[in-house]
């Protein structure tokens, strides 16, 4: 009797060849004598590598796609997430393990975007420099090479994208003596301080989708690995001095990796993992032969062209940065404070108070913390403290994370802290009452501070009596707290209010003498 099977083998054996085809074969052993990567774990892909690996920056096409490694579409949720500022981003004090997304973060305006490979593609058809482009041999203390690709961003930057080029100029200004001393410091190229218009055209509360922050775009995990405190209540890649250490000690380190600043620049872009990988398989230390992804292989141009830029902004029409970095001093802080009272006893505005400190998430200083030092403009660290010392007396304030449960209300959580809607939705930076979502972690005063709701200053703080002052326990207090506001000690709270014990009830009534 015939084999019933035997058709069906014949059939697979006809499709195994071809089956085999298609099966991906073992890449080649690594080169010895190519720059060793032994000790360098593949990042992804992303803007500063183990920094923020190309992913980072990979910017959806417009069918919100991300150009894959070898510049294919490849859909990604990172793609296809709405912009920082979204209400349907991350949550600010998500979920543990999910950094969160500062509540004024805008998204991070890189000069380079996937669709500049038209550009790129015309560059051997149009390679025709604009006009006085510098000659390779001019003083730049990094490689520059004056290729078809690096004129090619040269017309572009100095045409179609003139006006974001000058808007970063601008913003440039208050920050380059500060990343030159840095570099200079270091005994790093002070060019490499160029980087920074690509990654973030100088924008601090530049946000990828990558969740790549600040000027130098640092994701969370490199940022900490170079000392970077990101949390809660603060994100130091928003610190424009200490993430520019940060990114001179992080390029360092690629430089020494690889040897060339042109390959450690890509490996800023890149993740030094993937283009380490990439030298091993392809035998050659070449960047321009070198199969990097498409974003990469636009990023180093880009940061050549606008090397040349930065060198003299003018030759090529545009208005130079203003270098003049704003007079600043510090101020210590020994508890955590409001920094609308801060703003308020130092005599300065809050927008200008904030801007000068950026990496706070909050209206708040972190707590836990024996001190913590604020930039305030020069001259105004002794009012503050001049202020503060009666201002302390009847306005000292702790903080707590409330997580918001499903169905709350601001208004709910706002009565549950005997506080108003306005101040959690000033501490929390929230635009909107209404957008809440379960989980989300806001900041809350433990004690009520009587701050001027609607135009977000502080309210004038009533000066303090000769005679006691009244306080009424709110849920949730405790007489030590009430102690720690009010700067005295638990036991004058029981002498003057005839407590036998420490034990309090919310509605009780207590005094509270100056002295």
Known sequence: MPDPSRPLRRILLTLLPSVLLIL?????????????????????????????????????????????ADGKPATTREATAAPPGNAEMAPHGGPEGHDPVPRD???????????????????????????????VAEAFDVPIEMNDKVRAYLGLFTGERRDRIQEAFD????????????????????????????????????????????????????????????????????????????????????????????????????????????IRRQKTADFWRLRLPRETKLYVPAFMAMTILAKDPARYGFVPPVEEEPPTEPLPLSEPLDLRIVAQAAGIPLEELQALNPELNHLVTPPLAPE???????????????????IKKTRRVTWQRHLIRPGETLSQIARRYDTSVQVLMDLN??????????????????????????????????????????????????????????????????????????????????????D
């Open 372 to 390: 913590y030092t604020l930039r305030v403009p020069a001259g105004t660290a002794a009012e503050f403290a001049q202020n503060f010392s009666e």
């Open 429 to 514: 930076r929230f635009p909107n009452r209404h957008r809440l979502r379960a989980g989300r972690a806001l900041v809350v005063p433990l004690m009520h501070l009587a701050l001027a709701e609607g135009n977000g200053q502080t309210a004038r703080l009533p000066r303090s009596g000769s005679g006691p002052r009244t306080y009424v326990v709110k849920p949730g207090d405790s007489l030590w707290r009430i102690a720690q506001v009010f700067d005295v000690s638990t036991d004058d709270l029981r002498r003057w209010n005839d407590l036998g014990g420490t034990l309090i009830h919310p509605g009780l009534r207590l005094r509270v003498h100056s």
């Open 24 to 68: 991906p074969l073992p890449s080649a052993p690594a080169a010895e004598h190519l720059p060793p990567a032994a000790d360098v774990s593949p990042a992804p892909l992303g803007s500063a590598g183990a920094k923020a690996p190309a992913e980072k920056d990979a910017l959806p096409n417009a069918g919100g796609e991300v150009p894959s």
């Open 171 to 278: 913003r440039a200004g208050r920050y380059l003596p500060m990343m030159r001393a840095i570099f200079q410091e270091q005994s790093l190229p002070r060019d490499l301080v160029n980087l920074a218009y690509i990654e973030s055209a100088f924008k601090v509360q530049a946000y990828s989708r990558a969740r790549a922050a600040g000027i130098w775009q640092f994701i969370a995990g490199t940022g900490r690995k170079y000392g970077l405190r990101i949390d809660w209540w603060l994100d130091e890649r928003r610190d424009p001095e200490k993430a520019t250490r940060a990114a001179a000690e992080y390029l360092r380190d690629l430089h020494g990796i690889f040897g060339s600043w042109t390959l450690a620049i890509a490996a800023y872009n890149s993740g030094e993992g993937r283009v380490a990988g990439t």
């Open 105 to 135: 973060a805008v998204p991070a305006e890189t000069l380079v975007t996937p669709e500049d490979t038209r550009v790129l593609d015309q560059a051997g058809v149009e390679a025709e420099p604009p006009e006085r482009a510098p000659e």
